[in-house]
């Protein structure tokens, strides 16, 4: 019975593999240009995989966890990729969606509930929080696979520049992620390695921590550095500004475009 409750929490949810199903036959629609709308296809398809991998980096968290002593991960659904298990759906999904819609970056999401108390051993406690990012760091990599292996050839323009598009998403959160901020992943990382009173005096601060990197951002200066940033672990991977700014530019069909992007429909 109990094998049958594991395997239960384990079992991929009908949710996400709605999400997936959304995510696959966008990409499709854009690849064969099938769609009316490029731009809508493009919307609907960086939209779905942008959900497909804030679920995955819940799912490093957990599954981390998981193998790191805290068994009650499964019986929170965490491990079923179900965007709807996790402990706050408006800040772990719909925020982050919204970010994208408005600002075209990708927000890092508070979500899994790890019980810290069971998990010994500082390492452990890093791995955890680590797990997240790095997926958003592997979710980059093979997105822009087609680029640094120069596999363009025969990829239609607009799955280009979604590609692009998605891959800068991805970069965003992880640097943002990887900040030693509290709240953020970052901070996670090196808190097991720092002093009780410190990590108590900073214990107040992390519900502010996403705030204060945001108002920040907002700092022009600031956001020149951060994109300077994000543009040249981009250009590291293959991919160019243009084809960033074009992915955005289709992403965001509901506005008149630049025309510097046009893609040819069949």
Request: proline share 5%; net charge neutral; aromatic share 12%.
């Amino acid at each position: 019975m109990g094998h049958q409750g594991t395997r239960h929490e384990r079992r991929i949810s009908s949710v996400f593999l709605g999400i997936f199903a959304v995510m696959a036959v966008t990409g499709w629609a854009v690849w064969t240009g099938y769609s009316t709308s490029a731009g809508l296809a493009v919307f609907l398809f960086v939209t779905s995989a942008w959900i497909v991998s804030l679920c995955l980096h819940e799912y490093a968290h957990a599954r981390t966890a998981l193998h790191g002593g805290d068994l009650t991960v499964g019986a929170k659904g965490y491990l079923t990729l179900n965007p709807l298990k996790y402990t706050h759906a408006l800040l772990s999904i719909v925020l982050p969606v919204l970010f994208v819609i408005l600002g075209g970056i990708g927000l890092p999401g508070g979500a899994v509930f790890i019980e810290r108390d069971r998990i010994r051993g500082r390492w452990k406690h890093s791995l955890i929080s680590a797990a997240g990012p790095l997926t958003n760091v592997a979710f980059a990599i093979v997105c822009t696979a087609p680029f640094w292996l120069d596999a363009l050839e025969g990829v239609p323009l607009a799955f280009r520049y979604a590609l692009g598009f998605l891959a800068m998403l991805q970069v965003t959160a992880a640097i943002l992620n990887f900040l030693p901020v509290p709240g953020l992943d970052g901070y996670g990382v090196i808190e097991p390695w720092l002093s009780y009173r410190v990590r108590r005096e900073v214990e107040p601060l992390a519900p502010f921590g996403l705030i204060a990197v945001f108002a920040l951002l907002w700092i022009p200066q600031v956001n020149a550095v951060f994109f300077d940033a994000v543009d040249g672990v981009l250009s590291a991977l293959g991919v160019s500004d243009l084809e960033t700014y074009c992915g955005r530019d289709l992403y965001r069909f509901w506005q008149e475009g630049s025309g510097v992007c046009e893609v040819p429909q069949d």
